[in-house]
């Protein structure tokens, strides 16, 4: 997720201990470790041992039961079909309260001429991946709130059951007073496709994607699902980061039901929500703004 602030206090001296037993588990000799940008929930490390390079992520274990086998499964089920450049998984384990999740290091190079194309094409490729029903195998995590995922028959049951109702009670637990009606229940049970199941990212801003080596786009950090593939379109126009090439290839590839674009922000009010319940009121605006249109 974007701007999450949660992060993992560990003394360095422990912090380093941990690190030299994870290294010695995988049997990475003389190993160095430089911290990397990006790890808001997690710690993210560069473990050097010669010239093999890794990706090492650690948190709090009671904190965030799960997380990393979540994102284990949710990497793999991506890297699965070989549609788009996923890290694949090395290792997974506990160390004195820490969890960590091992992963292949992704040398970085300048986009390619045909980077936003390929994209386009990749994701469009990814999304006809399907399933007999919505869901995953297992509930996962969309930043540090837990996602569930159980299997439902109909886009409308999962979108409502498994992604709106848990976030819309987070809110009211909270406080929040969002205004939610059944008529609004109904009316986006109107207007979302009957399409099948596709395999999505789940949490696809602009900070969860890389660049690798050969200058192809690389993807990181999911909240896998089948699920609705306009959930991925919808929130990579959320924040921003990425080209309008992406879009126009992917629509070439794999067209999209007439309406999309009324339709983003319905898809954006998870993520919204999902936002509200992190990092407070800032979004609440947004939030009701979606919620009236719909009422």
Sequence with gaps: MINTTTRLRILPMLENNILNKIAEEHNLKNAKFNRLTGGDINDVFLI?????????????????????????????????????????????????????????????????????????????????????????????????????????????????????????????????????????????????????????????WGGNYLVNGNGDPCLIDPATAFAPREMDLSMMQLFGGFDKELFKIYEKEFPLESGFEERIPLWQLYYLLVHLNLFGAGYKPQVTSIIKQYR
């Excluded at 799960?66 to 284990?72: I, L, R, T, W, Y």
């Excluded at 709130?145 to 886009?155: E, V």
């Excluded at 207007?191 to 395999?199: G, R, V």
């Design 48 to 204: 050097t041992a010669g010239d093999k390079k890794q990706v090492v992520k650690i948190n709090n274990a009671e904190k965030f039961p799960g997380m990393f086998a979540a994102e284990k499964a949710g990497l793999e089920a991506l890297h699965k079909p070989k549609v788009i450049d996923v890290p694949n998984v090395l290792g997974m384990g506990e160390i004195e309260n820490t969890s960590y999740l091992l992963l292949e290091y992704k040398e970085s190079a300048a986009k390619s001429s045909t980077f936003w194309k390929d994209f386009g094409k990749q994701m469009a490729a990814l999304h006809k991946i399907t399933s007999e029903e919505f869901g995953f195998h297992q509930d996962n995590y969309i930043g540090s709130l837990p996602q569930k995922n159980k299997s439902t028959k109909s886009a409308v049951d999962f979108y409502i059951s498994q992604r709106l109702e848990p976030q819309f009670k987070l809110a009211k637990d909270t406080g929040y007073d969002l205004g939610v009606t059944k008529s609004f229940f109904r009316n986006i049970s109107e207007i979302i496709p009957d399409e099948k199941p596709a395999l999505i990212h789940g949490d696809l």
